[in-house]
RNA sequence: GUCCGGUUAGCUCAGCUGGUAGAGCGCUACAUUGACAUUGUAGAGGUCACAGGUUCAAGUCCUGUAUCGGACACCA
């Protein structure tokens, strides 16, 4: 390198005379960076920042809702990942970061479906599927700038240019092409089971989608009639009028003599037909012994009523009313309850009443108590064998036989995906052995809709046919139901690099090297990419995944509009600047574990970047008018100081390869308040006093050093003021115009 | 019920393969025309939940207890 010139003397920039004011520069900043193109790794690779054959590091962003605000949840996640990718960048990796939003199905529809009803008090069925679809799509438009001006605002540095959205027409064709796929390698099948039904939103749901509530219940003993030889316990007395059995245990002495004798009576105006059969799942020491089984509304009964050849009758319907005649008659399932407790007083067969504490299953979104129907839906059987034509995943063999469960599972004990934090591990593994078949139609109407059409033959049978168009022939509609909104999502990883054509993104990016996500969605999401992918391309979606915890308030509770402890990180943004927001969520926060925010916190950090403004204009103007030859005669103490600054890089770095983004911050931090300002900077002043100019010039290049290295260490952290600065700085210092694309010190 | 975590300064948390405790914020006192009051210096404050064990040596490893939290399952 040469000397500087003199013609650019370092002059130290009037900005620096008044504090950082964050909003002078953050929009700004945004936009030079996102014209310069940088964002994109092509861009980067065709400007000569990267190099054509450099490493990749690739991943998605786990979509927001696209008609969302952003909360403190998705700017941690933003915060998080859009530093791991500065820092990749920065070191000359070829570096994919894909911005997409989510269509949130259900959300997003009875979001719209409650405007009309309060606005046009219209249903859903009075404006019909078409009408409403374009309505969705409307309010979708209307909303989506929000989030997508709210993601650039934290400095995501996200390449536009491959902006996906799950519902945008490359995504859909995909998800079709997906379904066809699997429907035709037998592993999406439709079939008639108990699903979870939500009375409230009227659609199915799968079982990740239950929350359980722990509630009050009644536990009813009492004997179908006068005549019938055993008590059972119930706490559901109202679905009682659908029992074909009672099971005991086979090694119960005190029913084994009734095993097999059957039964009629009439229940509460209803006739029922009672078998006694024998079942190991009936546990002996719980209520009386003996279960009541009641095969159309309980999973367990049903599997009971499979194992003995038992009939179903179905006595409850969608809006969880009884459909039976007579006293409990379109009641609604906690009505019936009473009646038929009162009617077994009435008629002197409750033996006892007592009071338990029960999980009720309410699902997530909408709250609603989940009722257990047999349905006919479609599920992925995660059990079938089928064959990988191709296989990169470890231990998973090409050409071999594999189930998705097994899939799931292998992918992980193998080694190909591994957990940043180790227990999650474990909580995926254990999810996985216990797998089901997954239910994977919705009845709603915004959505994937399902590419299955139907017709009825003229022998009065109906056709299926799964296809990526409609049949030409006559007489076919399709299947009304959508994919559940996480069929879609699992496909993400490779959807939004082109599949199903096999472009060169694909090929370039795909495993991703990253997932980071938020472990509420394990299940969810990641594990149902690691599904998805080994299904389609043999590989796993990505090779490390990154779980971090929720965000909560300054006392470690919950963020939630009834507590009213939201903090806004728009807001906080507008008072702090964005930087302060960025590393106040970073800071002090172990991957995986629950992290705290408060607006105490953000306010110290805006002090941090104001401290860096400081500090840089210290040190600008301690170089102001001097010439500082690039290579130079160090005293002892200055390559003591540099040796101090290499040692620095490493623990950043290992930080950084150990995924602990929380721990690097805060050694940066640490080393530019306390050691660099607090320590270097004061015992510089009196040596630039120095009139050996040997020992100044010394002293001047390290400390030009030190404010480089650290611009470009905590520019992933605080992008904004790191930005700021190094656009002030004299040209001979820097390496590149952008730090956004500076060299990564070496260490 | 099964499986995971946590329990370290007033608060929020670090502390890797064991070597007599750290940070940030907060608090106290002092300083102050100095790159920065969005500051500096100094300081107070911890038998590292409890009880055993292994070891020359234990927040750090093992066993158990208490307590808080999470995931999963679920009894009818």
Not at 407 to 420: I, Y
């Amino acid at each position: 390198m040469n000397e500087i010139n003199t013609e650019n003397k370092p002059n130290v920039p009037e900005i620096f005379l008044k504090p950082y004011d964050p909003a002078e520069h953050e929009v700004k900043l945004y936009k030079m960076w996102e014209n310069s193109g940088f964002f994109n790794p092509d861009v980067c690779v065709n400007k000569g920042v990267t190099s054509e054959n450099a490493e990749v590091f690739s991943l998605v962003l786990p979509p927001p809702n696209v008609t969302g605000e952003l909360h403190m949840g998705s700017a941690l996640m933003l915060a998080i990942e859009d530093i791991m990718v500065r820092h990749a960048r920065m070191n000359g990796k070829k570096t994919l970061w894909i911005p997409g939003t989510d269509s949130a199905a259900i959300a997003t529809q009875a979001r719209v479906e409650k405007d009309i009803q309060k606005n046009e008090k219209k249903t859903r069925h009075d404006l019909g599927r078409e009408e409403l679809l374009r309505r969705i799509d409307i309010f979708v438009e209307e909303k989506k700038n929000t989030i997508l001006s709210q993601m650039r605002s934290i400095g995501a540095s996200l390449d536009w240019s491959r902006y996906a959205y799950t519902m945008d027409k490359e995504r859909y064709q995909a998800v079709m092409e997906a379904f066809v796929r699997m429907y035709n390698t037998g592993l999406i099948y439709r079939g008639n089971r108990i699903v979870n039904w939500d009375p409230k939103g009227q659609t199915t749901i799968s079982d990740d989608e239950i929350v359980y509530e722990e509630r009050k219940a009644k536990l009813y003993t009492f004997k179908y009639s006068q005549d019938f030889p055993i008590a059972i316990a119930t706490t559901r007395l109202e679905t009682k009028v659908g029992d074909t059995a009672v099971a005991v245990h086979p090694d119960d002495e005190r029913y084994k003599q009734f095993i097999g004798q059957e039964y009629d009576v009439v229940f509460c105006d209803v006739p029922i037909h009672i078998k006694i059969v024998a079942d190991e799942s009936v546990e002996k020491d719980f209520g009386t012994g003996a279960l009541g089984v009641t095969p159309a509304h309980s999973q367990i009964d049903w599997e009971i009523a499979d194992r003995h050849n038992l009939p179903r009758p179905q006595v409850i319907n969608e809006y969880a009313k009884m459909t039976v005649a007579g006293r409990l008659n379109n009641l609604k399932t906690t009505d019936a309850r009473e009646e038929v407790a009162n009617w077994l007083k009435e008629n002197n067969l409750l033996i006892n009443e007592e009071e338990i504490n029960q999980n009720v299953s309410t699902a997530e979104r909408t709250g609603g108590i989940v009722e257990p129907l047999p349905k006919l839906q479609w599920f992925i059987d995660v059990d079938k064998k089928f064959t990988v034509p191709h296989s990169e995943i470890p231990s998973i063999d090409s050409n071999s036989e594999i189930s998705l469960k097994e899939l799931m599972e292998k992918a992980v004990t193998g080694g190909g995906v591994s957990f940043v934090t180790e227990r999650f591990e474990k909580t995926y593994l254990h999810w996985a052995k216990n797998l089901r078949p997954w239910c994977i139609s919705r009845q709603i109407w915004f959505g994937h809709r399902i590419p299955v059409w139907y017709k009825t033959n003229t022998e009065g049978k109906e056709e299926i046919y799964c296809g990526l168009e409609a049949p030409q022939s006559e007489g076919w509609y399709q299947d009304p139901d959508v994919l559940d909104t996480w069929f879609s999502s699992a496909l993400w990883t490779f959807t939004t690099l082109g599949w199903p054509n096999q472009t060169t993104d694909l090929k370039t990016y795909h495993p991703t090297t990253l997932i980071e996500t938020g472990h509420d969605i394990l299940f969810f999401w990641v594990a149902r990419m690691i599904m998805m992918s080994g299904f389609f391309l043999g590989q796993v979606p990505f090779k490390t995944v990154y779980m971090h915890g929720l965000v909560r308030d300054g006392q470690g509770r919950k963020i939630s509009k009834s507590l009213g402890n939201n903090i806004d990180p728009v807001d906080m943004a507008q008072k702090y600047g964005m930087d302060a927001v960025r590393i106040s969520l970073v800071m002090g926060m172990t991957p995986g574990t629950d992290s705290k925010i408060s607006e105490d916190k953000i306010r110290g950090y805006k002090h941090f970047a104001n401290k860096l403004w400081n500090i840089s204009r210290f040190t600008l103007t301690s170089l102001n008018n001097t010439d500082i030859p690039t290579t130079i005669e160090l005293k002892e103490a200055d390559k003591a100081i540099l040796s101090e600054l290499n040692a620095l890089t490493s623990a950043v770095e290992s930080h950084f390869a150990n995924y602990r983004v929380d721990l690097a911050g805060e050694t940066i931090y640490q080393y530019a308040w306390h050691r660099f300002a607090d320590e270097i900077i004061e015992e510089s002043k009196p040596i630039l006093q120095s009139t050996d100019p040997q020992i100044v010039k010394s002293r001047q290049y390290v400390l030009k050093e030190i404010l480089v290295t650290l611009l470009k260490l905590l520019h992933p952290f605080m992008p904004f003021v790191t930005e700021a600065i190094w656009q002030e700085l004299p040209k001979p210092y820097k390496d590149s115009e952008l730090l956004l694309v500076a060299k990564w010190p070496k260490q």
